[in-house]
């Protein structure tokens, strides 16, 4: 009985972490788009570059 809800648990925190994670990576692939596409561009708009990246990595999952 201890060792399936010690089970239980494990599962639980394990999932939490990654969702956690999955917003952060979300988040760095989303940083690192823009710096692309800044390298990119000779006339860069940040709110353009965010928009367009936020709608590619969406897209890509």
Sequence with gaps: MKKNIFLVVLI???MFIIF???EHNRERSISACIMAQKNKSETFDIDKAKKYCQKEI???N
């Design 58 to 60: 969406k897209d890509s």
């Design 12 to 14: 639980i925190v394990g």
């Design 20 to 22: 956690t994670f999955r």
